[in-house]
């Protein structure tokens, strides 16, 4: 089942969230390529930091993802996330 991954990052800014960018985009060359069964993914800002809404095949996908790329690249990045919320997706459209 697809689901919706919600992790706020905070505080930071546009700057931050640009350093992070660049160790996942890192993290995804070491690791062969881009993450399979990621369906989305966008970054905007939220309070005090920025929000990433990411949308996976499973949650078995996206907690790989996390262990071995994202967790690395927040620690590379100086930055410190909350725990992610996950929740089921029921739809999904692109044009």
Known sequence: MAIVVRTLVEPAD????????????????????????????????????FLIVDVWRSEDVFRSWWEKVMNPALAEAGLTAGEPEISPVWSLARP
Do not use: F, K, N, Y
């Open 14 to 49: 546009r700057e931050a969230h640009d350093r992070l960018q660049g160790a996942v985009e890192a993290g995804i060359a070491h690791a062969g390529g881009p993450p399979d069964g990621l369906m989305l993914h966008l970054g905007h800002p939220s309070g005090r930091g």
